[in-house]
Protein backbone atom coordinates (compact mmCIF):
# COMPACT_ATOMS: atom_id res chain seq x y z
CA UNK A 1 0.00 0.00 0.00
CA UNK A 2 1.30 3.43 -1.28
CA UNK A 3 -0.12 5.85 1.43
CA UNK A 4 1.41 8.97 2.13
CA UNK A 5 0.88 10.24 5.64
CA UNK A 6 0.48 13.22 7.85
CA UNK A 7 4.47 12.46 9.15
CA UNK A 8 5.22 13.09 5.35
CA UNK A 9 3.24 16.10 5.22
CA UNK A 10 4.88 17.58 8.16
CA UNK A 11 8.32 16.50 7.22
CA UNK A 12 7.86 19.01 4.37
CA UNK A 13 6.78 21.49 5.97
CA UNK A 14 3.32 23.03 6.11
CA UNK A 15 4.28 26.44 8.14
CA UNK A 16 1.94 29.02 7.01
CA UNK A 17 0.48 26.65 4.52
CA UNK A 18 -3.22 25.75 4.15
CA UNK A 19 -4.29 22.16 5.11
CA UNK A 20 -7.44 20.86 4.18
CA UNK A 21 -8.72 18.15 6.47
CA UNK A 22 -11.55 15.88 6.30
CA UNK A 23 -12.79 14.46 9.30
CA UNK A 24 -16.12 12.59 10.22
CA UNK A 25 -17.67 15.11 12.43
CA UNK A 26 -20.94 13.07 12.28
CA UNK A 27 -21.48 13.14 16.00
CA UNK A 28 -25.30 12.08 17.78
CA UNK A 29 -27.00 15.24 18.83
CA UNK A 30 -29.95 15.48 21.22
CA UNK A 31 -33.22 15.60 19.40
CA UNK A 32 -34.26 18.02 22.48
CA UNK A 33 -31.83 20.33 23.01
CA UNK A 34 -29.61 19.70 20.34
CA UNK A 35 -26.52 19.18 22.70
CA UNK A 36 -23.86 16.34 21.11
CA UNK A 37 -24.49 13.61 23.44
CA UNK A 38 -21.07 11.46 22.29
CA UNK A 39 -18.04 13.54 21.25
CA UNK A 40 -15.82 10.25 20.66
CA UNK A 41 -15.11 11.32 16.79
CA UNK A 42 -14.24 14.94 17.27
CA UNK A 43 -11.79 13.89 20.30
CA UNK A 44 -10.52 11.01 17.59
CA UNK A 45 -9.52 13.70 15.21
CA UNK A 46 -7.58 16.03 17.45
CA UNK A 47 -4.52 14.17 17.08
CA UNK A 48 -3.71 15.29 13.38
CA UNK A 49 -5.58 18.24 13.97
CA UNK A 50 -2.88 19.56 16.83
CA UNK A 51 0.26 17.71 14.95
CA UNK A 52 -0.75 20.55 12.34
CA UNK A 53 -1.73 23.52 13.70
CA UNK A 54 1.91 22.66 16.16
CA UNK A 55 3.60 23.01 12.97
CA UNK A 56 2.32 25.88 12.05
CA UNK A 57 -0.48 25.02 9.48
CA UNK A 58 -3.53 26.96 8.74
CA UNK A 59 -5.99 24.68 9.10
CA UNK A 60 -9.31 24.10 7.01
CA UNK A 61 -11.35 21.54 8.35
CA UNK A 62 -14.87 20.03 6.65
CA UNK A 63 -16.91 17.24 7.15
CA UNK A 64 -20.70 16.08 7.23
CA UNK A 65 -23.19 16.09 9.40
CA UNK A 66 -26.36 13.97 9.74
CA UNK A 67 -28.18 13.35 6.06
CA UNK A 68 -29.48 16.45 5.10
CA UNK A 69 -30.83 16.97 1.45
CA UNK A 70 -27.98 18.71 -0.83
CA UNK A 71 -29.37 22.33 0.87
CA UNK A 72 -28.81 24.16 4.65
CA UNK A 73 -30.70 22.66 6.89
CA UNK A 74 -30.45 24.22 10.64
CA UNK A 75 -30.71 20.81 12.54
CA UNK A 76 -27.58 19.45 10.97
CA UNK A 77 -25.27 22.93 11.53
CA UNK A 78 -22.12 22.01 12.39
CA UNK A 79 -21.69 24.89 14.86
CA UNK A 80 -21.95 23.13 17.89
CA UNK A 81 -19.35 21.11 17.06
CA UNK A 82 -16.98 24.47 15.79
CA UNK A 83 -17.66 25.05 19.61
CA UNK A 84 -17.01 21.88 21.38
CA UNK A 85 -13.87 21.34 18.96
CA UNK A 86 -12.19 24.85 20.07
CA UNK A 87 -12.91 23.65 23.57
CA UNK A 88 -11.01 20.17 22.67
CA UNK A 89 -7.96 21.96 21.34
CA UNK A 90 -7.82 24.76 23.89
CA UNK A 91 -7.72 27.15 21.11
CA UNK A 92 -10.74 29.01 19.27
CA UNK A 93 -12.34 27.20 15.96
CA UNK A 94 -13.33 30.13 13.09
CA UNK A 95 -17.14 28.56 11.94
CA UNK A 96 -17.69 29.54 8.30
CA UNK A 97 -21.48 29.74 7.90
CA UNK A 98 -21.44 28.35 4.40
CA UNK A 99 -19.14 25.28 3.07
CA UNK A 100 -17.73 26.93 -0.14
CA UNK A 101 -19.34 30.87 -0.28
CA UNK A 102 -18.28 33.98 1.03
CA UNK A 103 -18.19 33.17 4.61
CA UNK A 104 -15.93 30.52 4.07
CA UNK A 105 -14.04 32.34 1.39
CA UNK A 106 -13.12 35.60 4.32
CA UNK A 107 -12.71 32.77 6.98
CA UNK A 108 -9.91 31.01 5.30
CA UNK A 109 -8.33 34.08 3.95
CA UNK A 110 -8.42 35.08 7.56
CA UNK A 111 -6.66 31.99 8.97
CA UNK A 112 -3.57 32.64 11.10
CA UNK A 113 -0.74 30.21 10.95
CA UNK A 114 -1.12 28.02 13.66
CA UNK A 115 -5.13 28.46 13.02
CA UNK A 116 -8.18 26.06 12.79
CA UNK A 117 -11.00 26.94 10.51
CA UNK A 118 -14.47 24.93 10.58
CA UNK A 119 -16.78 24.76 7.55
CA UNK A 120 -20.48 24.36 7.45
CA UNK A 121 -21.73 20.64 6.61
CA UNK A 122 -20.71 19.33 3.09
CA UNK A 123 -23.95 17.80 2.72
CA UNK A 124 -26.02 21.48 2.60
CA UNK A 125 -24.32 21.35 -1.12
CA UNK A 126 -25.73 18.89 -4.14
CA UNK A 127 -21.95 18.45 -5.18
CA UNK A 128 -21.08 16.50 -2.28
CA UNK A 129 -23.15 13.28 -2.79
CA UNK A 130 -24.08 13.83 -6.33
CA UNK A 131 -23.51 10.64 -8.62
CA UNK A 132 -23.16 12.61 -11.49
CA UNK A 133 -18.86 13.00 -11.97
CA UNK A 134 -19.04 16.58 -13.03
CA UNK A 135 -21.68 18.30 -10.70
CA UNK A 136 -19.05 16.48 -8.07
CA UNK A 137 -16.30 17.90 -9.77
CA UNK A 138 -17.11 20.91 -9.42
CA UNK A 139 -18.21 20.85 -5.72
CA UNK A 140 -14.58 19.34 -5.25
CA UNK A 141 -12.56 22.32 -7.11
CA UNK A 142 -13.90 24.65 -5.07
CA UNK A 143 -13.02 22.82 -2.26
CA UNK A 144 -9.99 22.19 -2.98
CA UNK A 145 -9.22 26.18 -3.60
CA UNK A 146 -9.35 26.16 0.23
CA UNK A 147 -6.10 23.73 0.46
CA UNK A 148 -2.24 23.66 -0.78
CA UNK A 149 -2.60 20.23 0.78
CA UNK A 150 -5.46 17.39 1.79
CA UNK A 151 -5.42 15.20 4.93
CA UNK A 152 -7.97 12.68 4.98
CA UNK A 153 -8.70 11.89 8.87
CA UNK A 154 -12.47 10.63 7.86
CA UNK A 155 -12.22 7.02 8.36
CA UNK A 156 -16.12 6.80 8.97
CA UNK A 157 -16.49 8.11 5.44
CA UNK A 158 -13.83 6.71 3.30
CA UNK A 159 -16.71 3.98 2.07
CA UNK A 160 -18.74 7.04 0.34
CA UNK A 161 -17.75 7.90 -2.75
CA UNK A 162 -18.26 11.92 -2.16
CA UNK A 163 -16.22 14.65 -3.22
CA UNK A 164 -14.60 15.74 -0.15
CA UNK A 165 -13.67 11.91 0.50
CA UNK A 166 -13.23 10.93 -3.13
CA UNK A 167 -12.63 13.89 -5.49
CA UNK A 168 -10.74 16.42 -3.42
CA UNK A 169 -7.85 14.00 -3.26
CA UNK A 170 -7.49 13.98 -6.61
CA UNK A 171 -6.91 17.47 -7.14
CA UNK A 172 -4.63 18.37 -4.42
CA UNK A 173 -1.14 16.62 -2.82
CA UNK A 174 -3.06 14.36 -0.58
CA UNK A 175 -2.18 12.18 2.93
CA UNK A 176 -3.97 9.71 5.36
CA UNK A 177 -4.13 11.49 9.05
CA UNK A 178 -3.11 9.75 11.96
CA UNK A 179 -7.10 8.29 12.68
CA UNK A 180 -7.03 6.79 9.28
CA UNK A 181 -4.00 5.53 9.50
CA UNK A 182 -4.62 3.28 13.18
CA UNK A 183 -7.82 2.37 12.00
CA UNK A 184 -6.74 0.91 8.26
CA UNK A 185 -3.88 -0.70 10.29
CA UNK A 186 -6.24 -2.39 12.80
CA UNK A 187 -8.67 -3.44 10.61
CA UNK A 188 -6.48 -5.07 8.27
CA UNK A 189 -5.02 -7.31 11.09
CA UNK A 190 -8.56 -8.64 10.93
CA UNK A 191 -9.09 -9.16 7.59
CA UNK A 192 -5.59 -11.10 7.19
CA UNK A 193 -4.66 -13.23 9.68
CA UNK A 194 -6.73 -12.96 13.05
CA UNK A 195 -5.32 -14.73 15.83
CA UNK A 196 -8.05 -17.57 16.56
CA UNK A 197 -10.41 -18.58 17.74
CA UNK A 198 -11.71 -14.86 16.23
CA UNK A 199 -15.39 -14.64 17.41
CA UNK A 200 -17.29 -11.96 16.08
CA UNK A 201 -20.10 -9.89 17.63
CA UNK A 202 -22.96 -8.37 15.31
CA UNK A 203 -25.99 -6.40 16.65
CA UNK A 204 -28.11 -3.35 15.30
CA UNK A 205 -31.17 -2.95 14.29
CA UNK A 206 -31.12 -4.01 10.42
CA UNK A 207 -30.29 -7.15 9.08
CA UNK A 208 -30.09 -6.15 5.28
CA UNK A 209 -27.29 -3.72 6.23
CA UNK A 210 -25.34 -6.64 7.82
CA UNK A 211 -25.93 -9.49 5.04
CA UNK A 212 -23.02 -8.91 2.88
CA UNK A 213 -20.45 -8.68 6.03
CA UNK A 214 -22.21 -12.25 7.53
CA UNK A 215 -21.42 -13.83 3.92
CA UNK A 216 -18.02 -12.61 3.66
CA UNK A 217 -17.26 -13.41 7.26
CA UNK A 218 -18.89 -16.57 7.42
CA UNK A 219 -15.51 -18.85 6.18
CA UNK A 220 -13.12 -16.74 8.39
CA UNK A 221 -14.81 -16.62 11.90
CA UNK A 222 -15.02 -19.32 14.15
CA UNK A 223 -18.17 -18.06 16.27
CA UNK A 224 -20.54 -15.16 14.86
CA UNK A 225 -23.00 -14.41 17.74
CA UNK A 226 -25.96 -12.47 16.57
CA UNK A 227 -28.27 -9.86 18.28
CA UNK A 228 -30.16 -6.71 18.34
CA UNK A 229 -32.79 -5.74 16.22
CA UNK A 230 -31.63 -7.66 13.39
CA UNK A 231 -31.68 -11.04 15.47
CA UNK A 232 -35.40 -11.59 14.72
CA UNK A 233 -35.31 -12.02 11.14
CA UNK A 234 -33.20 -14.89 11.95
CA UNK A 235 -35.32 -16.25 14.45
CA UNK A 236 -38.03 -16.07 12.08
CA UNK A 237 -35.74 -17.42 9.51
CA UNK A 238 -35.56 -20.46 12.33
CA UNK A 239 -39.26 -20.54 12.15
CA UNK A 240 -40.03 -18.58 15.28
CA UNK A 241 -43.00 -16.10 15.79
CA UNK A 242 -41.28 -12.82 16.71
CA UNK A 243 -44.08 -11.01 17.92
CA UNK A 244 -44.41 -7.54 16.73
CA UNK A 245 -40.27 -6.94 16.82
CA UNK A 246 -38.29 -5.76 14.52
CA UNK A 247 -38.15 -7.86 10.90
CA UNK A 248 -37.19 -7.38 7.86
CA UNK A 249 -39.59 -10.01 5.72
CA UNK A 250 -37.95 -9.64 2.51
CA UNK A 251 -34.96 -10.99 4.12
CA UNK A 252 -35.78 -14.42 6.21
CA UNK A 253 -35.16 -16.71 3.20
CA UNK A 254 -31.79 -14.56 3.09
CA UNK A 255 -31.21 -15.40 6.72
CA UNK A 256 -32.36 -18.87 6.38
CA UNK A 257 -30.03 -19.77 3.52
CA UNK A 258 -27.14 -17.91 5.96
CA UNK A 259 -27.75 -20.30 8.63
CA UNK A 260 -28.05 -23.38 6.64
CA UNK A 261 -24.53 -22.70 5.27
CA UNK A 262 -23.37 -21.60 8.18
CA UNK A 263 -21.91 -24.90 9.49
CA UNK A 264 -23.38 -23.86 13.20
CA UNK A 265 -21.09 -21.27 13.48
CA UNK A 266 -24.21 -18.71 14.10
CA UNK A 267 -25.39 -18.41 17.60
CA UNK A 268 -28.71 -17.12 17.99
CA UNK A 269 -30.52 -15.88 21.12
CA UNK A 270 -32.11 -18.74 23.25
CA UNK A 271 -34.21 -15.62 25.41
CA UNK A 272 -35.46 -11.88 24.58
CA UNK A 273 -36.79 -9.37 26.87
CA UNK A 274 -40.02 -8.50 25.43
CA UNK A 275 -42.09 -5.30 25.85
CA UNK A 276 -45.35 -4.42 25.47
CA UNK A 277 -44.44 -1.36 23.92
CA UNK A 278 -41.19 0.34 22.01
CA UNK A 279 -40.92 2.92 25.61
CA UNK A 280 -38.71 3.35 28.31
CA UNK A 281 -41.37 2.60 30.92
CA UNK A 282 -43.00 -0.34 29.06
CA UNK A 283 -44.02 -3.35 30.89
CA UNK A 284 -41.78 -6.23 29.75
CA UNK A 285 -40.31 -9.78 30.49
CA UNK A 286 -38.45 -12.45 29.72
CA UNK A 287 -39.20 -14.87 27.41
CA UNK A 288 -37.79 -17.88 25.34
CA UNK A 289 -36.66 -17.00 21.71
CA UNK A 290 -39.05 -19.47 20.30
CA UNK A 291 -41.91 -17.89 22.67
CA UNK A 292 -42.12 -14.30 21.80
CA UNK A 293 -45.62 -13.49 22.75
CA UNK A 294 -47.89 -12.18 19.77
CA UNK A 295 -48.25 -8.51 20.67
CA UNK A 296 -44.75 -8.12 22.15
CA UNK A 297 -41.67 -6.23 21.05
CA UNK A 298 -38.05 -7.68 21.25
CA UNK A 299 -36.07 -4.97 22.87
CA UNK A 300 -32.78 -6.82 24.04
CA UNK A 301 -31.43 -10.18 24.66
CA UNK A 302 -32.28 -11.97 27.45
CA UNK A 303 -29.88 -13.28 30.57
CA UNK A 304 -29.44 -16.54 29.45
CA UNK A 305 -28.35 -15.74 25.54
CA UNK A 306 -25.94 -12.85 27.67
CA UNK A 307 -24.45 -16.02 29.22
CA UNK A 308 -24.10 -18.06 26.00
CA UNK A 309 -22.37 -15.31 24.05
CA UNK A 310 -20.25 -14.82 27.43
CA UNK A 311 -19.02 -18.59 26.77
CA UNK A 312 -18.21 -18.48 23.49
CA UNK A 313 -16.25 -14.86 24.45
CA UNK A 314 -14.00 -16.32 26.79
CA UNK A 315 -11.86 -18.09 24.98
CA UNK A 316 -11.57 -15.56 21.81
CA UNK A 317 -8.30 -14.10 20.91
CA UNK A 318 -9.75 -11.59 18.53
CA UNK A 319 -12.89 -10.14 18.95
CA UNK A 320 -14.76 -7.76 16.31
CA UNK A 321 -18.14 -5.91 17.76
CA UNK A 322 -20.27 -3.99 15.86
CA UNK A 323 -24.14 -2.68 16.91
CA UNK A 324 -25.71 -3.23 19.93
CA UNK A 325 -27.45 -5.80 21.82
CA UNK A 326 -30.60 -3.81 22.50
CA UNK A 327 -32.15 -0.67 22.38
CA UNK A 328 -29.30 0.40 25.24
CA UNK A 329 -30.63 3.86 24.89
CA UNK A 330 -33.25 2.44 27.49
CA UNK A 331 -32.25 1.80 30.60
CA UNK A 332 -33.92 -1.30 31.05
CA UNK A 333 -33.08 -2.43 27.35
CA UNK A 334 -29.15 -1.98 28.27
CA UNK A 335 -28.82 -5.48 30.06
CA UNK A 336 -27.68 -7.35 26.93
CA UNK A 337 -25.17 -4.75 25.46
CA UNK A 338 -23.50 -3.88 29.04
CA UNK A 339 -23.35 -7.10 29.45
CA UNK A 340 -21.69 -8.22 26.09
CA UNK A 341 -19.61 -4.96 26.28
CA UNK A 342 -18.00 -6.22 29.89
CA UNK A 343 -17.56 -9.51 28.55
CA UNK A 344 -15.92 -8.46 25.75
CA UNK A 345 -13.69 -5.79 27.87
CA UNK A 346 -12.91 -8.20 30.39
CA UNK A 347 -11.32 -10.75 27.42
CA UNK A 348 -7.30 -11.36 27.02
CA UNK A 349 -8.35 -11.39 23.16
CA UNK A 350 -7.51 -8.41 20.68
CA UNK A 351 -11.00 -6.66 20.95
CA UNK A 352 -12.16 -4.07 18.27
CA UNK A 353 -15.59 -2.38 18.58
CA UNK A 354 -16.87 -0.83 15.30
CA UNK A 355 -19.18 1.33 14.60
CA UNK A 356 -20.76 4.75 16.11
CA UNK A 357 -23.50 2.87 18.14
CA UNK A 358 -21.52 0.57 19.90
CA UNK A 359 -18.62 3.29 20.31
CA UNK A 360 -21.40 5.15 21.99
CA UNK A 361 -22.98 2.44 23.66
CA UNK A 362 -19.57 1.63 25.28
CA UNK A 363 -19.01 5.50 26.53
CA UNK A 364 -22.95 5.60 27.11
CA UNK A 365 -22.87 2.55 29.60
CA UNK A 366 -19.77 4.05 31.29
CA UNK A 367 -17.27 1.60 30.52
CA UNK A 368 -13.35 1.93 30.60
CA UNK A 369 -12.57 2.92 26.59
CA UNK A 370 -9.08 1.84 27.18
CA UNK A 371 -10.36 -2.03 27.92
CA UNK A 372 -11.21 -2.47 24.55
CA UNK A 373 -7.69 -2.53 21.87
CA UNK A 374 -9.20 -0.36 19.50
CA UNK A 375 -12.96 1.62 18.76
CA UNK A 376 -13.29 2.55 15.22
CA UNK A 377 -15.31 5.41 14.47
CA UNK A 378 -16.74 3.64 11.28
CA UNK A 379 -19.36 1.69 11.66
CA UNK A 380 -20.55 1.18 7.87
CA UNK A 381 -16.85 1.75 6.52
CA UNK A 382 -15.11 -0.77 9.31
CA UNK A 383 -17.77 -3.83 7.98
CA UNK A 384 -17.14 -2.11 4.36
CA UNK A 385 -13.17 -2.49 4.90
CA UNK A 386 -13.66 -6.42 6.54
CA UNK A 387 -15.70 -7.28 3.54
CA UNK A 388 -12.89 -6.60 1.42
CA UNK A 389 -14.40 -3.69 -0.67
CA UNK A 390 -12.63 -0.84 -2.16
CA UNK A 391 -13.23 2.01 -0.07
CA UNK A 392 -13.37 4.92 -2.47
CA UNK A 393 -11.47 7.34 0.54
CA UNK A 394 -8.61 4.66 0.67
CA UNK A 395 -8.13 4.23 -3.03
CA UNK A 396 -7.78 8.01 -3.66
CA UNK A 397 -5.17 8.26 -1.49
CA UNK A 398 -3.28 5.27 -3.13
CA UNK A 399 -3.01 7.11 -6.42
C1 LIG B 1 -21.46 7.34 9.89
O1 LIG B 1 -22.04 7.90 10.80
O2 LIG B 1 -21.56 6.12 9.68
C2 LIG B 1 -20.55 8.13 9.01
O3 LIG B 1 -20.39 9.43 9.49
C3 LIG B 1 -21.07 8.13 7.60
O4 LIG B 1 -22.34 8.72 7.56
P1 LIG B 1 -23.36 8.28 6.40
O5 LIG B 1 -23.74 6.85 6.68
O6 LIG B 1 -24.52 9.23 6.52
O7 LIG B 1 -22.65 8.41 5.09
MG1 LIG C 1 -23.53 4.90 9.49
Request: glycine share 12%; hydrophobic share 45%; net charge negative.
Amino acid sequence: MSIRTLDDLLAEGVSGRRVLVRADLNVPLDKQSGDITDDGRIRAVLPTLSALTGAGAKVVVCSHLGRPKGAPDPQFSLRPVAGRLGELLGAPVHFATDTVGESARSTVDALADGEVALLENLRFNKGETSKDDAERGAFADQLAAFGDAYVDDAFGAVHRRHASVHDVPARLPHVAGRLVLREVEVLSKLAGEPERPYVVVLGGSKVSDKLAVIEALLPTVDRLLIGGGMCFTFLKAQGHEVGSSLLEEEMVETCRNLLERSEGKIMLPVDVVAADAFAPDAAHDTVPADGIPSKRVGLDIGPETVAGFAAALKGARTIFWNGPMGVFEMPAFAHGTRGIAETIAKTDAFTVVGGGDSAAAVRALGLDESSFGHISTGGGASLEYLEGKTLPGIAALEN
